[in-house]
């Protein structure tokens, strides 16, 4: 995957794709949404995604795949919260992205396969998301890794 465009539209694209995910991010977090907010929610995390593309590394796309994954997942839409989860983890592995990313990854798929009511396959990759987490330094980075693993097993 390859940026495709000028310094100065990749500046344009990085503020967009920025800007876009704190807006899902506002969206993800709110306790009730109307089926327009959920429909921009989804429209906003595919438009992030895009200008991550054009002007972010495979940190920002692999983070952006995690994002609609979580997204299609509280919407209750497996099939697709799946593609963007494995899509995730690939490009964590293709990129060597660490333990960070990488549990995030292996959190989504978790997430995906609850949905799908497959147990056994979510719990193979909370312990996996969970090995990762293990490898981060304590911190506020492998708490909040290891609290959404834990919801996710809960699920």
């Known amino acids: 995957m390859e940026n495709w465009n000028s310094p100065v539209e990749t500046e344009v ?13 506002d969206l993800m977090e709110k306790q009730q949404r109307s089926a327009d907010e959920d429909r921009l929610m989804v429209h906003a995390a595919h438009a992030s995604r895009f200008h991550w593309q054009a002007a972010g590394s495979p ?10 994954s979580r997204v299609y997942w509280m919407l209750g839409r497996a099939n697709a919260a799946q593609e963007a989860a494995q899509v995730s983890l690939d490009l964590c592995q293709a990129y060597d992205l660490g333990p960070f990313d990488t549990a995030f990854a292996h959190e989504a798929l978790a997430r995906t396969m609850a949905l799908q009511g497959r ?6 990759h909370v312990v996996m998301g969970r090995r990762l987490a ?22």
């Open 134 to 155: 293990a490898l981060l330094p304590a911190g506020d980075d492998r708490k909040w890794v290891e609290d959404n693993l834990a919801e996710a097993a809960e699920l």
């Open 13 to 25: 694209h990085r503020s967009l794709a920025a800007s876009l995910f704190n807006l899902t991010w």
């Open 119 to 124: 147990d056994d396959d979510k719990t193979r």
């Open 59 to 68: 940190v920002h796309w692999a983070r952006g795949e995690w994002q609609i």
